[in-house]
Nanobody, 128 residues
Framework: QLQLVESGGGLVQPGGSLRLSCQASGVNLKYYAIGWFRQAPGKAPEAVSCISDSDEGDVRSHYTDSVKGRFTIARDDAKNTVYLQMNNLKPEDTAVYYC??????????????????WGQGTQVSVSS
């Protein structure tokens, strides 16, 4: 069974960067799509980015409009880890960030109900 653990959150000033990691265990991650979601206090969960499985070799990724050009998702299957590089962070990026996984065949989803496996979350705070 897939288990996910996020790390890399913290407090950063506006314009700063953080790299979140989603470490998988229990399975070979190459068969799984991974999505990143975030939830700010008092707000609904929001899809941030997702990356498809890499079993077929053609990896696809998607980003919500508010993070395009600032965030990059990448996977390192040798390390069973998916990363979310976040640059030029803004106060509105403040949230708890979660990674989620699901068995996939060449796609990923921005629908949180599609994913069966979730990490515990990591806090990202952007403030001066």
């Amino acid at each position: 069974q897939l288990q996910l653990v996020e790390s890399g959150g913290g407090l950063v000033q506006p314009g700063g960067s953080l790299r979140l990691s989603c470490q998988a265990s229990g399975v070979n991650l190459k068969y799984y799509a991974i999505g990143w979601f975030r939830q700010a206090p008092g707000k609904a969960p929001e899809a941030v980015s997702c990356i498809s499985d890499s079993d077929e070799g053609d990896v696809r990724s998607h980003y919500t409009d508010s993070v395009k050009g600032r965030f990059t998702i990448a996977r390192d299957d040798a390390k069973n880890t998916v990363y979310l590089q976040m640059n030029n962070l803004k106060p509105e990026d403040t949230a708890v960030y979660y990674c989620a996984g699901e068995v996939s065949w060449g796609h990923c989803s921005r629908d949180d109900s599609w994913y069966d496996y979730w990490g515990q979350g990591t806090q990202v705070s952007v403030s001066s």
